[in-house]
């Protein structure tokens, strides 16, 4: 009699073929698509639309003002094709490790900061590169070390915090702030600055200490404004300022104090707005842009060349993207599974409302000029690196939240044997 088993029915059934099906089942290797898929799971949906939507939007409109600049569009590209790969990498990484990066972060910035102090490059009146094999700036590293050593800071306080952690704090975002404003380099201090302070803020700073110093500064914008010919007179100094800085908030009171010089920004900018109505002139038609009246049209101030070939309608777009962008950032810090998840995620959100902000600002003359560029519009290697690592940190948490702890194993792990 044939050796073998009894099947289901009493049949013979040769011996090893329930074996080679569990052999199969263990040699079978995974696809690409199924070794690959994991590193994508969690992926916040929503922000990665919003984000390739202000995506597009900068392509364009740096393929009509930057057309004639050389290799601007390309380049444009490239830099967004190198913050969506640091996106992807920067994403895979749990929030939890990403607080080892914190405090060597941190400590290396500061020391940089130092260092351009000491014998730092400077380059058109401002001391901001240092020159340590390449010629790096780092006060871009601290847009992103600050909030992830506050965050850290608050993290290992969690249910303990008390008065003195906040003031601790606030010497540790000072320290890198005051080195900043004495590169000058007003606008990156000012981004540093906002994102610190959100951490602050989210870790539950009272509202009794945050009230007095915004009305402080109301009192301050309203006194300004009010006393503006009297304080910007000439011969008038603000001790607490750089000259240049001053002569930026006066210009912003008064552009035809010097319509040729200071105020030549703010005015071309405002004309470049006003003009574009509600639909715009449209794509590669903006007379202002093209016939060279923009300065700096393809980097901080390109929202104005936007605004003339794309109008009301465009401005609308880009305003509800940001705001999109905004609100997806805190509704994933809301969520998050941790307190350093939560605190990085709602800087995170704020640095991207701060960039926007400020620009649209500076741009359209309701806040002075600072060099802040557009997230995803402004031409620039840097400032798209920077925000590249933001946007990881952001999908990180997202991806934490949505982590089912049964998938918790290396992305890249074929079947088990």
């Known amino acids: 009699m044939p050796s073998g088993s009894l099947g289901p029915l009493g049949l013979l059934r040769p011996l090893g073929v329930a074996d080679n099906r569990g052999m199969s089942a263990v040699f079978d290797k995974p696809t690409l698509a199924q070794r690959f898929m994991p590193l994508f799971r969690g992926f916040d949906l929503p922000l990665l639309l919003v984000v390739m939507l202000l995506a597009c939007a900068g392509l364009i409109a740096m393929y009509s003002s930057g057309y004639d600049h050389g290799t601007r569009f390309m ?92 003031a601790a704090a606030g010497l540790l975002l000072l320290i890198p702030v005051g080195l900043i404003m004495k590169q000058p380099d007003l606008g990156t201090s ?36 009010l006393l503006g010919d009297q304080l910007c007179a000439d011969g008038v100094r603000w001790v607490v300022l750089h000259d240049y800085q001053q002569q930026r908030i006066c210009t912003l009171l008064d552009p035809t104090r010097d319509p040729l010089g200071k105020g030549f920004h703010i005015i071309q900018g405002m004309i470049a707005i006003g003009s574009g109505g509600v639909w715009g002139k449209g794509f590669m038609a903006g007379t202002q842009t093209h016939l060279e009246f923009i300065p700096e049209r393809t980097t901080d101030f390109i929202f104005a060349a936007f605004s003339e070939e794309f109008g009301l309608a465009g401005n609308l777009f880009l305003n509800v993207c940001f705001l999109l962008l905004v609100w997806r950032g805190l509704a994933i810090a809301v969520g998050a599974t941790s307190l350093f998840g939560r605190l990085m995620a709602g800087a995170v959100s704020m640095i991207f409302f701060t960039y926007a902000f400020v620009n649209m600002g500076m741009v359209s003359g309701i806040l002075p000029v600072v060099g802040v560029p557009l997230p995803f519009i402004s031409y620039g290697g840097t400032a798209m690196v920077t925000l590249g690592m933001a946007l990881g940190i952001l999908m990180s948490v997202a991806r934490a939240q949505r982590q089912d702890p049964k998938d918790a194993r290396p992305a890249l792990l074929g079947a088990s044997g």
Do not use: C
């Open 75 to 166: 380049d444009h590209g490239r830099n967004m094709l190198i913050a969506g790969a640091i996106l992807f990498m920067v994403a895979q990484v749990p929030p939890q490790k990403l607080m080892v990066f914190a405090v060597p972060l941190y400590a290396a910035g500061v020391a940089l900061l130092v260092a351009v102090a000491l014998f730092g490059i400077t380059k058109k009146g401002a001391q901001r590169w240092v020159n340590v094999g390449i010629v790096i700036q780092p006060s871009e590293i601290l847009k992103i070390a600050m909030p992830l050593m506050l965050a850290w800071w608050f993290q290992k306080r969690e249910g303990a915090l008390r008065p003195l952690d906040f």
């Open 190 to 225: 000012l981004l540093v600055l906002a994102a610190g302070l959100s951490v602050i803020f989210f870790a539950g700073l009272s509202w009794k200490l945050v009230l007095p110093p915004v009305l402080i500064a109301g009192v301050g914008i309203f006194t300004l404004v």
